[in-house]
């Protein structure tokens, strides 16, 4: 292996591929496995019957490994074991640790962040921090990538977020081809295929996933009793509310009731102001994906 434990690819990412993730993420994600995180992954593209959506990850997820096993000396081909899109908001941040400090966690070899959004643009705070070696501190700029090796040799931070959404791509890459992404990917595309009905429209449409994996804070997500549902309150900041029209009901970002949460996966309509929007959309992940879609996001 060469000697390379981390290397900076400045503007790997093009300012439109790195707008067309923040699409998808905002569009699509769900809370994170961390205080203030939301996260996409491909399998729950999948999932949600979104899977459409991972085909502008593939031509990153080649260059990137390819990139990876030239950087680092690599005699044999690595697999991608995950590849997500995360965004840490208001409060989060991580303390020192390398990529592969669990059990679960050691076939990663290789990990790779892929800026989507600019540190004092976007957000603030959230600057990536290595303990020794150079370069120590990172300042995000949107479609550049840091690469580095996942164990302890690149232990790092990332210091909180004070304000904004700092939106990032992240990779892992192993040696060893049973953690290979792509194969489960596929049985998850295949088992999709072989499950759902293509003889009417509503099969092109999203499919919301659980209802507490978009609420927030998670840890109110077995009450619903104060927080919000981080779909409705992205439409909310786009400038739209929910009309319900099998109830004839506008519905608050911070309604906690269970049983006007489930009518999210419902048809519904947006109204902007006093206007309704003519368009109906077979439930609230359907609304949002087309939102940003429509307002260029």
């Known amino acids: 292996m060469a000697e390379n434990r981390r290397l900076i690819l400045r503007n790997f990412l093009s300012p439109d591929i790195c707008k067309e993730l923040e699409f998808i993420h905002k569009s699509c994600c769900t809370v994170g496995y961390r205080p203030n995180v939301f996260s996409t992954t491909l399998s729950h593209l999948i999932a949600t019957n979104s899977a459409h959506l991972i085909m502008p990850f593939v031509p990153i997820r080649d260059r990137l490994k390819e990139k990876v096993e030239e950087c680092f000396g690599c005699e044999y081909e690595l697999f991608v074991e995950f590849t997500g899109l995360i965004s840490w908001t208001k409060g989060a941040s991580i303390g020192w640790h390398s990529d592969d400090n669990r059990d679960h966690l050691k076939q990663r ?85 072989l499950s759902n009905h293509i003889d009417s429209i509503t099969s092109c449409f ?70 309704l929007l003519a368009w109906e959309f077979a439930n609230i992940l359907h609304a949002l994906q087309v939102s940003f879609s429509m307002l260029g996001l």
């Open 206 to 275: 999203p499919i919301l996933a659980s209802t507490n994996m978009y609420w927030f804070p998670p840890e109110e997500a077995s009450r619903f009793q104060s927080g919000f549902n981080i779909c409705f309150a992205r439409l909310h900041v786009l400038g739209f509310d929910i009309y319900i029209p099998n109830k004839e009901c506008h519905l608050s970002a911070r309604d906690s009731s269970y049983n006007s949460l489930k009518l999210l996966e419902e048809p519904l309509y947006l109204a902007c102001g006093d206007k």
């Open 109 to 193: 070899d290789f990990s790779a962040v892929c800026y989507l959004n600019s540190y004092e643009v976007d957000f603030h705070g959230g600057l990536f921090h290595f303990q020794d070696g150079e370069p120590s501190t990172i300042a995000p700029i949107a479609g550049d990538v840091i690469i580095y090796t996942a164990d302890n040799r690149n232990i790092h931070s990332v210091s909180e977020i004070t304000e904004g959404e700092r939106i990032t791509l992240a990779m892992w890459f192993s040696r060893d081809a049973s953690h290979d992404e792509d194969a489960k990917l596929l049985k998850s595309l295949s088992d999709c295929a």
